[in-house]
DNA sequence: CGACGCGTTGATATGGCTCAAGAGTGGTGG
DNA sequence: CCACCACTCTTGAGCCATATCAACGCGTCG
Protein backbone atom coordinates (compact mmCIF):
# COMPACT_ATOMS: atom_id res chain seq x y z
CA UNK A 1 0.00 0.00 0.00
CA UNK A 2 2.71 2.78 0.72
CA UNK A 3 5.80 0.85 -1.01
CA UNK A 4 6.90 -0.82 -4.09
CA UNK A 5 9.73 -2.18 -2.13
CA UNK A 6 9.61 -6.04 -1.65
CA UNK A 7 10.83 -7.15 1.96
CA UNK A 8 12.32 -10.51 1.30
CA UNK A 9 15.11 -8.63 -0.82
CA UNK A 10 15.49 -6.10 1.41
CA UNK A 11 18.17 -7.29 3.38
CA UNK A 12 21.54 -8.89 4.11
CA UNK A 13 22.15 -10.83 7.00
CA UNK A 14 25.90 -11.25 8.33
CA UNK A 15 26.05 -12.78 11.17
CA UNK A 16 28.72 -10.97 12.70
CA UNK A 17 29.36 -11.03 16.54
CA UNK A 18 30.06 -7.51 18.01
CA UNK A 19 31.17 -6.56 21.08
CA UNK A 20 30.89 -9.38 24.19
CA UNK A 21 28.74 -7.19 26.10
CA UNK A 22 26.56 -6.38 23.24
CA UNK A 23 26.43 -10.30 21.92
CA UNK A 24 24.14 -12.36 19.95
CA UNK A 25 23.84 -9.58 17.81
CA UNK A 26 24.07 -9.59 14.12
CA UNK A 27 24.74 -7.10 11.24
CA UNK A 28 22.81 -5.96 8.85
CA UNK A 29 23.41 -3.67 5.51
CA UNK A 30 20.06 -1.75 3.56
CA UNK A 31 20.49 -0.52 0.12
CA UNK A 32 19.29 3.20 -0.66
CA UNK A 33 15.68 2.69 -1.85
CA UNK A 34 15.26 -0.38 0.28
CA UNK A 35 12.58 -0.65 3.39
CA UNK A 36 14.28 -1.35 6.85
CA UNK A 37 10.40 -2.17 7.92
CA UNK A 38 6.95 -0.59 7.47
CA UNK A 39 3.96 0.85 9.22
CA UNK A 40 1.92 -1.81 11.26
CA UNK A 41 5.06 -4.42 10.66
CA UNK A 42 5.02 -6.59 14.00
CA UNK A 43 8.25 -5.14 15.39
CA UNK A 44 10.49 -7.68 16.14
CA UNK A 45 13.68 -6.39 16.09
CA UNK A 46 14.88 -2.74 16.89
CA UNK A 47 18.16 -1.68 15.10
CA UNK A 48 20.79 1.00 16.04
CA UNK A 49 22.48 2.78 12.96
CA UNK A 50 26.73 1.68 12.62
CA UNK A 51 26.66 3.41 9.14
CA UNK A 52 24.94 5.25 6.61
CA UNK A 53 21.43 7.02 7.39
CA UNK A 54 18.47 5.85 7.49
CA UNK A 55 14.82 7.73 6.55
CA UNK A 56 11.93 7.40 8.56
CA UNK A 57 8.19 8.15 7.35
CA UNK A 58 4.92 8.20 7.62
CA UNK A 59 2.33 8.51 5.06
CA UNK A 60 -1.15 9.56 4.75
CA UNK A 61 -3.27 7.91 2.12
CA UNK A 62 -3.97 10.85 0.04
CA UNK A 63 0.13 11.28 -0.05
CA UNK A 64 0.95 13.50 2.23
CA UNK A 65 3.87 12.52 4.27
CA UNK A 66 6.18 13.39 7.03
CA UNK A 67 9.72 12.56 7.90
CA UNK A 68 9.44 11.98 11.39
CA UNK A 69 13.19 11.55 11.54
CA UNK A 70 16.75 10.63 9.69
CA UNK A 71 18.57 7.93 11.21
CA UNK A 72 22.65 9.03 11.61
CA UNK A 73 24.96 6.82 13.33
CA UNK A 74 24.66 6.30 17.26
CA UNK A 75 20.74 6.62 16.37
CA UNK A 76 18.36 3.63 17.57
CA UNK A 77 15.62 3.09 15.26
CA UNK A 78 12.26 1.24 15.25
CA UNK A 79 10.70 1.30 18.83
CA UNK A 80 7.72 -0.92 18.82
CA UNK A 81 4.66 0.33 20.51
CA UNK A 82 1.75 -2.42 20.91
CA UNK A 83 3.87 -5.24 18.89
CA UNK A 84 4.43 -2.83 15.52
CA UNK A 85 6.19 -0.09 13.91
CA UNK A 86 4.59 2.99 13.33
CA UNK A 87 6.87 4.20 10.91
CA UNK A 88 8.05 3.44 7.59
CA UNK A 89 11.63 2.73 7.45
CA UNK A 90 13.92 2.98 4.44
CA UNK A 91 17.44 4.14 3.75
CA UNK A 92 19.33 6.97 2.14
CA UNK A 93 22.62 5.52 1.42
CA UNK A 94 24.05 2.36 2.16
CA UNK A 95 23.18 1.51 5.82
CA UNK A 96 24.65 -1.13 8.21
CA UNK A 97 22.80 -1.60 11.32
CA UNK A 98 23.22 -3.73 14.28
CA UNK A 99 20.35 -5.63 14.83
CA UNK A 100 18.86 -6.02 18.41
CA UNK A 101 15.86 -8.21 19.54
CA UNK A 102 12.54 -6.55 21.03
CA UNK A 103 12.99 -8.55 24.16
CA UNK A 104 16.38 -7.11 24.62
CA UNK A 105 14.54 -3.60 25.03
CA UNK A 106 11.36 -4.90 26.52
CA UNK A 107 13.15 -7.44 29.11
CA UNK A 108 16.61 -7.01 31.33
CA UNK A 109 16.41 -10.56 31.69
CA UNK A 110 18.54 -11.51 28.65
CA UNK A 111 21.70 -8.96 28.86
CA UNK A 112 21.07 -5.98 31.52
CA UNK A 113 23.61 -3.63 30.14
CA UNK A 114 22.11 -3.81 26.02
CA UNK A 115 18.39 -3.46 27.94
CA UNK A 116 19.81 -0.46 29.62
CA UNK A 117 21.37 1.29 26.19
CA UNK A 118 18.36 0.33 24.35
CA UNK A 119 15.98 2.09 27.33
CA UNK A 120 18.29 5.07 27.02
CA UNK A 121 18.31 5.89 23.50
CA UNK A 122 14.39 5.42 23.68
CA UNK A 123 14.41 8.32 26.44
CA UNK A 124 16.64 10.20 24.26
CA UNK A 125 14.14 9.87 20.96
CA UNK A 126 11.78 11.23 23.36
CA UNK A 127 13.42 13.77 24.34
CA UNK A 128 14.85 14.42 20.67
CA UNK A 129 11.01 14.54 19.59
CA UNK A 130 9.99 17.18 21.95
CA UNK A 131 12.71 19.81 20.15
CA UNK A 132 10.97 18.60 17.19
CA UNK A 133 7.34 19.54 17.95
CA UNK A 134 8.89 23.35 18.74
CA UNK A 135 10.47 23.75 15.33
CA UNK A 136 7.40 22.06 13.36
CA UNK A 137 4.50 23.69 15.23
CA UNK A 138 6.28 27.38 15.89
CA UNK A 139 9.21 28.14 13.62
CA UNK A 140 9.30 30.17 10.18
CA UNK A 141 11.02 28.75 7.41
CA UNK A 142 14.59 30.18 7.85
CA UNK A 143 14.73 28.97 11.75
CA UNK A 144 13.68 25.50 10.37
CA UNK A 145 16.40 25.16 8.17
CA UNK A 146 18.81 26.58 9.67
CA UNK A 147 17.68 24.76 13.06
CA UNK A 148 17.84 21.55 10.75
CA UNK A 149 21.56 22.82 9.33
CA UNK A 150 22.37 23.44 12.66
CA UNK A 151 22.24 20.10 13.80
CA UNK A 152 23.66 18.45 11.10
CA UNK A 153 26.90 20.54 11.52
CA UNK A 154 26.84 19.24 15.36
CA UNK A 155 26.22 15.83 14.34
CA UNK A 156 27.97 14.73 11.43
CA UNK A 157 29.87 18.50 10.11
CA UNK A 158 33.16 17.34 9.02
CA UNK A 159 35.68 20.41 9.21
CA UNK A 160 36.85 22.35 5.82
CA UNK A 161 39.91 24.67 6.32
CA UNK A 162 38.12 26.95 8.76
CA UNK A 163 34.80 25.94 7.99
CA UNK A 164 32.18 23.36 9.08
CA UNK A 165 30.76 21.33 5.49
CA UNK A 166 27.43 19.39 5.96
CA UNK A 167 26.74 16.67 2.93
CA UNK A 168 23.08 16.04 2.42
CA UNK A 169 22.05 12.41 1.68
CA UNK A 170 18.78 13.36 1.03
CA UNK A 171 16.83 15.01 -1.13
CA UNK A 172 14.94 18.32 -0.99
CA UNK A 173 11.74 16.69 -0.65
CA UNK A 174 12.87 15.19 2.27
CA UNK A 175 14.11 18.34 4.18
CA UNK A 176 10.90 19.78 3.27
CA UNK A 177 8.68 16.62 4.51
CA UNK A 178 11.10 16.75 7.69
CA UNK A 179 10.25 20.41 8.21
CA UNK A 180 6.91 20.85 6.89
CA UNK A 181 7.38 22.66 4.29
CA UNK A 182 7.50 22.70 0.30
CA UNK A 183 10.53 21.55 -1.81
CA UNK A 184 10.04 24.91 -3.19
CA UNK A 185 10.37 26.64 -0.16
CA UNK A 186 13.48 24.80 0.96
CA UNK A 187 14.48 25.22 -2.22
CA UNK A 188 14.05 29.48 -1.98
CA UNK A 189 15.53 29.19 1.83
CA UNK A 190 18.44 27.67 0.96
CA UNK A 191 18.80 30.48 -1.58
CA UNK A 192 18.33 32.71 0.72
CA UNK A 193 20.93 31.72 2.91
CA UNK A 194 23.24 31.40 0.89
CA UNK A 195 22.58 35.00 -0.45
CA UNK A 196 23.28 36.32 2.75
CA UNK A 197 26.63 34.48 2.76
CA UNK A 198 25.36 32.43 5.53
CA UNK A 199 26.31 28.89 3.84
CA UNK A 200 27.72 27.96 0.60
CA UNK A 201 26.25 25.15 -1.23
CA UNK A 202 29.04 23.62 -3.29
CA UNK A 203 27.41 20.34 -4.96
CA UNK A 204 23.72 20.25 -4.24
CA UNK A 205 24.13 17.93 -1.30
CA UNK A 206 26.66 19.95 0.00
CA UNK A 207 26.98 22.54 2.41
CA UNK A 208 29.42 24.88 3.80
CA UNK A 209 28.72 27.01 6.84
CA UNK A 210 30.28 29.93 6.37
CA UNK A 211 29.03 32.40 9.43
CA UNK A 212 28.28 29.67 12.53
CA UNK A 213 27.53 32.18 14.19
CA UNK A 214 24.73 33.80 12.13
CA UNK A 215 23.36 30.47 11.57
CA UNK A 216 23.13 29.44 14.87
CA UNK A 217 21.57 32.77 16.33
CA UNK A 218 18.55 31.90 13.19
CA UNK A 219 18.30 28.75 14.04
CA UNK A 220 18.15 29.74 18.25
CA UNK A 221 16.25 32.96 17.63
CA UNK A 222 13.96 30.80 19.77
CA UNK A 223 15.52 28.29 21.69
CA UNK A 224 14.05 28.18 25.10
CA UNK B 1 12.47 32.46 33.48
CA UNK B 2 9.88 30.40 32.16
CA UNK B 3 7.24 30.92 35.31
CA UNK B 4 6.29 32.72 37.78
CA UNK B 5 5.44 29.90 40.30
CA UNK B 6 7.60 28.43 43.16
CA UNK B 7 8.48 25.05 43.08
CA UNK B 8 8.60 24.50 47.34
CA UNK B 9 4.63 25.08 47.34
CA UNK B 10 4.17 23.35 44.21
CA UNK B 11 2.71 19.38 45.63
CA UNK B 12 1.16 18.09 48.44
CA UNK B 13 2.45 14.79 49.46
CA UNK B 14 0.39 12.24 51.15
CA UNK B 15 1.68 8.67 51.84
CA UNK B 16 -0.03 6.76 50.50
CA UNK B 17 0.56 3.11 49.28
CA UNK B 18 -1.28 1.97 46.02
CA UNK B 19 -1.42 -1.94 44.59
CA UNK B 20 1.02 -3.97 46.25
CA UNK B 21 2.48 -4.85 42.86
CA UNK B 22 3.46 -0.72 42.17
CA UNK B 23 4.20 -1.08 45.89
CA UNK B 24 6.60 2.19 47.94
CA UNK B 25 4.92 4.64 45.35
CA UNK B 26 3.16 7.86 46.94
CA UNK B 27 0.57 9.90 45.58
CA UNK B 28 0.49 13.76 45.16
CA UNK B 29 -2.08 16.41 43.92
CA UNK B 30 -1.28 19.69 41.83
CA UNK B 31 -3.48 22.53 42.05
CA UNK B 32 -4.32 24.06 38.93
CA UNK B 33 -1.62 26.75 37.40
CA UNK B 34 0.99 24.98 39.91
CA UNK B 35 4.17 23.58 38.06
CA UNK B 36 5.04 19.74 38.35
CA UNK B 37 8.44 20.36 37.03
CA UNK B 38 10.22 23.03 35.05
CA UNK B 39 12.70 22.13 31.84
CA UNK B 40 16.16 21.72 33.31
CA UNK B 41 15.08 20.46 36.24
CA UNK B 42 16.83 17.26 37.61
CA UNK B 43 14.12 14.48 36.74
CA UNK B 44 13.97 12.19 39.77
CA UNK B 45 10.30 11.45 39.54
CA UNK B 46 7.80 10.02 36.59
CA UNK B 47 4.22 10.79 37.19
CA UNK B 48 1.21 8.76 35.99
CA UNK B 49 -2.08 10.66 35.94
CA UNK B 50 -4.45 9.65 38.13
CA UNK B 51 -6.87 12.17 38.16
CA UNK B 52 -7.23 15.61 36.22
CA UNK B 53 -5.41 17.12 33.45
CA UNK B 54 -1.59 18.04 32.92
CA UNK B 55 -0.05 20.48 30.29
CA UNK B 56 3.58 19.92 29.05
CA UNK B 57 4.75 23.04 27.48
CA UNK B 58 8.39 23.83 25.90
CA UNK B 59 8.70 27.71 25.73
CA UNK B 60 11.30 29.64 23.83
CA UNK B 61 13.04 32.98 24.57
CA UNK B 62 10.73 35.23 22.38
CA UNK B 63 7.95 33.79 24.38
CA UNK B 64 6.43 31.14 21.06
CA UNK B 65 4.84 28.39 22.80
CA UNK B 66 4.36 25.12 21.65
CA UNK B 67 2.55 22.88 23.97
CA UNK B 68 3.55 19.32 24.04
CA UNK B 69 0.95 17.24 25.33
CA UNK B 70 -2.04 17.13 27.37
CA UNK B 71 -1.80 14.49 30.20
CA UNK B 72 -4.78 12.46 30.76
CA UNK B 73 -5.23 9.81 33.31
CA UNK B 74 -3.60 6.98 32.62
CA UNK B 75 -0.89 8.99 31.07
CA UNK B 76 3.01 9.33 32.00
CA UNK B 77 4.92 12.10 32.16
CA UNK B 78 8.14 13.28 32.79
CA UNK B 79 10.42 10.87 31.02
CA UNK B 80 13.82 12.12 31.53
CA UNK B 81 16.88 12.47 29.55
CA UNK B 82 20.53 12.49 30.35
CA UNK B 83 18.61 13.23 34.02
CA UNK B 84 16.62 16.33 33.49
CA UNK B 85 13.48 17.00 32.18
CA UNK B 86 12.71 18.38 28.93
CA UNK B 87 9.58 19.99 29.18
CA UNK B 88 7.68 22.63 31.85
CA UNK B 89 4.64 20.43 33.20
CA UNK B 90 1.88 21.97 35.61
CA UNK B 91 -1.94 21.31 35.86
CA UNK B 92 -5.05 22.40 34.27
CA UNK B 93 -7.37 21.34 36.99
CA UNK B 94 -6.53 19.63 40.53
CA UNK B 95 -4.63 16.84 39.23
CA UNK B 96 -3.54 13.29 41.67
CA UNK B 97 -0.79 11.68 40.10
CA UNK B 98 1.26 8.23 41.44
CA UNK B 99 4.86 8.99 42.11
CA UNK B 100 7.45 6.64 40.76
CA UNK B 101 11.18 6.96 40.89
CA UNK B 102 13.46 7.51 37.94
CA UNK B 103 15.25 4.40 39.04
CA UNK B 104 11.86 2.29 38.29
CA UNK B 105 12.38 2.79 34.88
CA UNK B 106 15.87 2.99 34.09
CA UNK B 107 16.30 -0.43 36.14
CA UNK B 108 14.21 -3.45 36.70
CA UNK B 109 16.22 -4.55 39.82
CA UNK B 110 13.90 -3.09 42.27
CA UNK B 111 10.17 -3.46 40.67
CA UNK B 112 10.17 -5.61 37.46
CA UNK B 113 6.19 -5.30 37.06
CA UNK B 114 6.65 -1.57 37.34
CA UNK B 115 9.74 -1.29 35.36
CA UNK B 116 7.99 -2.79 32.82
CA UNK B 117 4.79 -0.38 32.59
CA UNK B 118 6.82 2.32 32.87
CA UNK B 119 8.94 1.38 30.09
CA UNK B 120 5.95 0.37 27.76
CA UNK B 121 4.02 3.96 28.99
CA UNK B 122 6.90 5.28 27.19
CA UNK B 123 7.27 3.60 24.32
CA UNK B 124 3.70 4.59 23.67
CA UNK B 125 4.73 7.76 23.89
CA UNK B 126 6.70 7.66 21.15
CA UNK B 127 4.27 6.53 18.76
CA UNK B 128 2.05 9.17 20.19
CA UNK B 129 4.61 11.62 19.32
CA UNK B 130 4.83 10.17 16.11
CA UNK B 131 1.11 10.44 15.16
CA UNK B 132 1.44 13.96 16.37
CA UNK B 133 4.28 15.15 13.94
CA UNK B 134 2.17 14.34 11.29
CA UNK B 135 -0.76 16.54 12.57
CA UNK B 136 1.94 19.56 13.11
CA UNK B 137 3.62 19.58 10.25
CA UNK B 138 1.23 18.37 7.31
CA UNK B 139 -2.65 19.22 8.37
CA UNK B 140 -4.58 22.29 7.50
CA UNK B 141 -6.43 24.19 10.62
CA UNK B 142 -10.16 22.16 10.59
CA UNK B 143 -7.87 18.65 10.39
CA UNK B 144 -5.64 19.60 12.90
CA UNK B 145 -8.87 20.57 15.39
CA UNK B 146 -10.83 17.90 14.08
CA UNK B 147 -8.61 15.61 15.09
CA UNK B 148 -8.04 17.02 18.41
CA UNK B 149 -11.45 16.56 18.91
CA UNK B 150 -11.47 13.40 17.72
CA UNK B 151 -8.86 12.03 19.57
CA UNK B 152 -10.67 13.70 22.94
CA UNK B 153 -13.68 11.85 22.29
CA UNK B 154 -12.09 9.08 21.74
CA UNK B 155 -10.12 9.26 25.05
CA UNK B 156 -12.46 11.11 27.63
CA UNK B 157 -16.08 11.53 26.13
CA UNK B 158 -19.09 11.03 27.84
CA UNK B 159 -22.50 9.53 26.25
CA UNK B 160 -25.11 12.78 26.06
CA UNK B 161 -28.20 11.35 24.82
CA UNK B 162 -27.10 10.20 21.80
CA UNK B 163 -24.02 12.07 21.27
CA UNK B 164 -20.78 12.46 22.84
CA UNK B 165 -19.84 15.34 24.62
CA UNK B 166 -16.25 16.53 25.20
CA UNK B 167 -15.11 18.80 27.81
CA UNK B 168 -12.22 20.53 27.30
CA UNK B 169 -10.35 21.84 30.41
CA UNK B 170 -7.59 23.55 28.20
CA UNK B 171 -8.07 27.71 27.08
CA UNK B 172 -8.17 28.02 23.27
CA UNK B 173 -4.53 29.16 23.65
CA UNK B 174 -3.55 25.84 24.65
CA UNK B 175 -5.15 24.15 22.02
CA UNK B 176 -3.70 26.70 19.23
CA UNK B 177 -0.40 26.13 21.14
CA UNK B 178 -0.55 22.22 20.75
CA UNK B 179 -1.77 22.31 17.03
CA UNK B 180 0.74 24.67 15.87
CA UNK B 181 -2.27 27.42 15.38
CA UNK B 182 -3.20 30.78 16.76
CA UNK B 183 -6.20 31.24 19.57
CA UNK B 184 -8.15 33.14 16.68
CA UNK B 185 -7.59 30.46 14.24
CA UNK B 186 -8.53 27.92 16.42
CA UNK B 187 -12.13 30.00 17.63
CA UNK B 188 -13.16 30.42 13.69
CA UNK B 189 -12.13 26.60 13.43
CA UNK B 190 -14.30 25.58 15.74
CA UNK B 191 -17.27 28.21 14.42
CA UNK B 192 -16.33 26.21 11.32
CA UNK B 193 -17.09 23.72 12.71
CA UNK B 194 -20.18 24.49 14.39
CA UNK B 195 -21.83 26.11 11.54
CA UNK B 196 -21.67 22.79 9.53
CA UNK B 197 -23.30 21.48 12.44
CA UNK B 198 -20.78 18.55 13.20
CA UNK B 199 -20.38 19.95 16.71
CA UNK B 200 -22.48 22.05 18.74
CA UNK B 201 -20.63 24.39 21.58
CA UNK B 202 -22.56 24.23 24.88
CA UNK B 203 -20.35 25.94 27.19
CA UNK B 204 -17.34 27.64 26.02
CA UNK B 205 -15.37 24.67 27.01
CA UNK B 206 -18.20 21.77 26.36
CA UNK B 207 -18.64 20.32 23.13
CA UNK B 208 -20.92 18.01 21.44
CA UNK B 209 -19.76 15.78 18.83
CA UNK B 210 -23.31 16.19 16.32
CA UNK B 211 -22.05 13.80 13.50
CA UNK B 212 -19.22 11.70 14.80
CA UNK B 213 -18.77 10.54 11.00
CA UNK B 214 -18.25 14.07 9.81
CA UNK B 215 -15.66 14.61 12.22
CA UNK B 216 -13.98 11.28 11.43
CA UNK B 217 -13.87 12.01 8.53
CA UNK B 218 -12.05 15.34 8.15
CA UNK B 219 -9.55 14.10 11.11
CA UNK B 220 -8.43 11.44 8.74
CA UNK B 221 -9.17 13.14 5.75
CA UNK B 222 -5.16 11.60 5.68
CA UNK B 223 -4.72 8.71 8.14
CA UNK B 224 -2.26 6.22 6.72
C1' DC C 1 21.41 12.60 -27.96
C1' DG C 2 17.10 12.58 -25.60
C1' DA C 3 14.52 11.85 -21.49
C1' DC C 4 13.86 11.91 -16.92
C1' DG C 5 14.52 13.36 -12.12
C1' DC C 6 15.81 16.92 -9.19
C1' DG C 7 16.57 21.60 -8.03
C1' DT C 8 15.82 26.44 -8.78
C1' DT C 9 13.23 30.43 -9.90
C1' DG C 10 9.10 33.13 -11.09
C1' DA C 11 4.17 34.51 -10.75
C1' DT C 12 0.14 34.10 -8.38
C1' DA C 13 -3.05 32.36 -4.85
C1' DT C 14 -4.43 31.55 -0.25
C1' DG C 15 -4.60 29.85 4.52
C1' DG C 16 -3.62 31.32 8.59
C1' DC C 17 -1.53 35.37 11.08
C1' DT C 18 -1.81 40.07 12.83
C1' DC C 19 -4.08 43.85 14.54
C1' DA C 20 -8.22 45.55 16.37
C1' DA C 21 -12.74 45.71 18.23
C1' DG C 22 -16.51 43.70 20.60
C1' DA C 23 -19.07 39.96 23.28
C1' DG C 24 -19.23 36.41 26.87
C1' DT C 25 -17.97 34.84 31.29
C1' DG C 26 -16.56 34.61 35.98
C1' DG C 27 -15.04 36.79 40.07
C1' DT C 28 -15.15 40.41 43.56
C1' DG C 29 -16.70 43.92 46.42
C1' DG C 30 -20.01 47.30 47.58
C1' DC D 1 -27.95 41.27 44.20
C1' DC D 2 -25.91 44.03 41.18
C1' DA D 3 -22.03 46.67 39.14
C1' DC D 4 -17.67 46.51 37.73
C1' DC D 5 -13.51 44.53 36.07
C1' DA D 6 -10.43 41.36 34.08
C1' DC D 7 -9.92 37.83 31.14
C1' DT D 8 -11.15 34.74 27.44
C1' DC D 9 -13.44 34.02 23.30
C1' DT D 10 -15.25 35.52 18.95
C1' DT D 11 -15.43 38.15 14.84
C1' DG D 12 -13.74 41.31 11.29
C1' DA D 13 -10.36 43.39 7.94
C1' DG D 14 -6.15 43.27 5.81
C1' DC D 15 -1.69 41.34 5.11
C1' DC D 16 2.03 38.20 4.67
C1' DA D 17 4.50 33.81 4.54
C1' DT D 18 4.26 29.88 2.42
C1' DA D 19 1.77 26.97 -0.94
C1' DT D 20 0.64 26.29 -5.63
C1' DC D 21 1.25 26.23 -10.44
C1' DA D 22 4.45 26.58 -14.04
C1' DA D 23 8.71 27.04 -16.61
C1' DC D 24 13.37 26.14 -17.02
C1' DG D 25 18.29 24.49 -16.06
C1' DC D 26 21.26 20.98 -15.03
C1' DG D 27 23.17 16.52 -14.44
C1' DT D 28 22.69 11.53 -15.18
C1' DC D 29 21.75 7.53 -17.52
C1' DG D 30 20.21 4.70 -21.11
Redesign the pocket.
Known amino acids: MYVTASLPDVVNFETKLTKPSIARNRTITVKPGKHLYLEGDAAERIYEVASGVLRLTRIMEDGRRQVIAFGYPGDTVGFPSGGTYHTDCDALEPTTLIVHQRADLESAKGNPALHQRLLQAALREISAMQDHFLMLGR??????LASFLQALADRVGEPLGAFTQVTLP????DI?DFL????????????QLRKSQIIA?DH??TVVILKPLALKTIATSDED
Chains 1, 2 share one sequence.
Do not use: Q
Open positions: KSSVEKMPRAAGLTTETVSRTFTIVN
